[in-house]
């Protein structure tokens, strides 16, 4: 299912955007904070082998749903991915290019998820960890109402770092958005 935001298309992931992943991803700026399962250097093939074995594999088990950020200004370019993972302790994550960060765009586009995941796919909460260092992504959880619930190591592409567990009940999510619909 294809969700619209105010400045954005997120339309699901297809075999054929492993070609535009392939080009804009392999950049420390994006892979840095990432599970220490993404190979790096990222080899050739990396992303087909990605988008064809393992996020279309799991959109038809119903265990994932995954979808390229693209502008409405230029629908045809893929800036960045965000999913969700029906998996404990880890239901969403995202990348963006670096050009595009800073602009709210990762906000919106979370929303557009959150929502998905609590009104359509009716989830009672949604938890997503996070390396302490990233800060744009703790404060993109701070800005959308999700608490800080655990602190522990993890393995990241840049080694073992410090890392969070962040989460929102449903409930939560929607008081969340009622009182920013009033702001």
């Known amino acids: 299912m294809e969700i619209i935001t105010p400045r954005?298309?997120?339309?699901?992931?297809?075999?054929?955007?492993?070609?535009?992943?392939?080009?804009?991803?392999?950049?420390?700026e994006i892979v840095r904070y990432l599970v220490s399962t993404v190979p790096w250097p990222y080899p050739p093939g990396a992303a087909?082998?990605?988008?064809?074995?393992?996020a279309l594999p799991a959109v038809k088990e119903g265990k994932g749903w995954f979808w390229s950020i693209r502008r409405k200004e230029n629908p045809q370019?893929?800036?960045?991915?965000?999913?969700?993972?029906?998996?404990?302790?880890?239901?969403r994550g995202f990348w963006l290019v670096p050009e595009w960060q800073g602009q709210g765009l990762m906000s919106e586009a979370c929303g557009g998820v959150n929502d998905f995941w609590f009104e359509t796919?009716?989830?009672?909460?949604?938890?997503?960890?996070?390396?302490v260092a990233n800060d744009r992504s703790k404060n993109l959880s701070i800005r959308h109402g999700m608490r800080l619930i655990r602190t522990e190591k993890s393995q990241y592409v840049s080694g073992?770092?410090?890392?969070?567990?962040?989460e929102i009940t449903r409930d939560e999510w929607r008081q969340f958005k009622k009182l920013a619909s009033l702001a």
């Open 160 to 166: 073992e770092m410090d890392s969070e567990l962040w």
């Open 48 to 54: 087909k082998h990605y988008v064809d074995n393992v």
């Open 77 to 91: 370019e893929l800036i960045g991915l965000i999913c969700l993972m029906d998996t404990p302790d880890n239901n």
């Open 8 to 28: 954005l298309i997120l339309r699901p992931l297809r075999s054929e955007d492993a070609e535009q992943i392939q080009n804009v991803f392999p950049r420390w």
């Open 121 to 131: 796919l009716e989830k009672d909460v949604l938890r997503a960890p996070k390396a």
